[in-house]
């Protein structure tokens, strides 16, 4: 079945360094679609980014991604990171059916010290 | 604003007892969902529903029963709880169909404590 691969349980960053969370997936389907939602502390979770393009860099609220399917990944990136950035962030895959049925990793909690 | 809610927000049950968790949505999305979240497991999915009357198993169905009463409905329904079943449950809709799918818009979630 289907799998997504988050490595990093916990990324911890000084304000102002570059963020990157990995995220590799596994699925049969050719037309996946990748996302990246965010969830902070006594919120919903929230999607940040989506894609289902080869290699088109797709960007919100500062954070980019690029889905490569050559290597089954959609690794998710920031130049600068920000104390509020701090929060849990799930890589999740769809395998693109009406089923609508998001399979997430395991989410990395990123926290950001100043 | 379109809206997923959850109730109870927090609940404490004891083992063997029944707990009904609720969500209602005002997206009028066809597709429901019922989520686990777990330290070091991410969210799992338990069940979900293609509409009014349906309910399908999801990844990590044992335990759980799910109804969906009506399209902005959908209950989950632990009959026998266990401490296994403590953690934070998050409820989802998603409209079927058009590009691009698999979206979602989840509630705040629910605590479930089973002592």
């Known amino acids: 079945g289907d799998s997504v691969t988050q490595k990093e349980g916990l990324v911890t960053l000084t304000e102002g360094l570059p963020v990157m969370l990995n995220c590799t997936y596994q699925?049969?389907?050719?037309?996946?679609?990748l996302f990246w939602y965010v969830h902070y502390l006594n919120e919903s979770p929230r999607l940040l980014l989506k894609s289902s393009t080869d290699n088109k860099r797709t960007e919100h609220q500062g954070f980019h991604a690029t889905l490569h399917k050559s290597s089954s990944s959609f690794h998710l990136q920031k130049s600068s990171a920000q104390l509020s950035d701090s929060a849990l962030y799930y890589c999740?895959?769809?395998?693109?059916?009406?089923?609508?049925?998001?399979?997430f990793g395991d989410g990395t909690v990123l926290t950001v010290k100043p | 604003e379109a809206a997923v809610t959850q109730s109870p927000r927090n609940k404490v049950a004891v083992t063997g007892g029944k707990v009904t968790l609720s969500c209602n949505q005002t997206?009028?999305?066809?597709?429901m969902y019922w989520y686990r979240q777990d330290t070091g497991h991410g969210l799992r999915l338990i069940h979900y529903?293609?509409?009014?009357?349906?309910?399908e198993k999801g990844d990590i169905p044992d335990g759980y029963k799910a109804s969906r009463p009506s399209q902005e409905n959908f209950s989950l329904i632990l009959e026998l709880a266990t401490p296994s079943q403590t953690s934070v449950y998050f409820c989802?809709?998603?409209?079927?169909?058009?590009?691009?799918?698999?979206?979602?818009?989840f509630g705040e979630g629910s605590k479930l404590t089973v002592l």
């Open positions: 997206n009028n999305h066809n597709n």
């Open positions: 529903s293609y509409g009014a009357g349906s309910t």
């Open positions: 999740a895959l769809s395998d693109g059916t009406n089923t609508g049925k998001l399979t």
């Open positions: 989802a809709s998603g409209r079927t169909g058009g590009a691009p799918t698999g979206q979602l818009y």
């Open positions: 699925t049969i389907y050719s037309n996946a679609f």
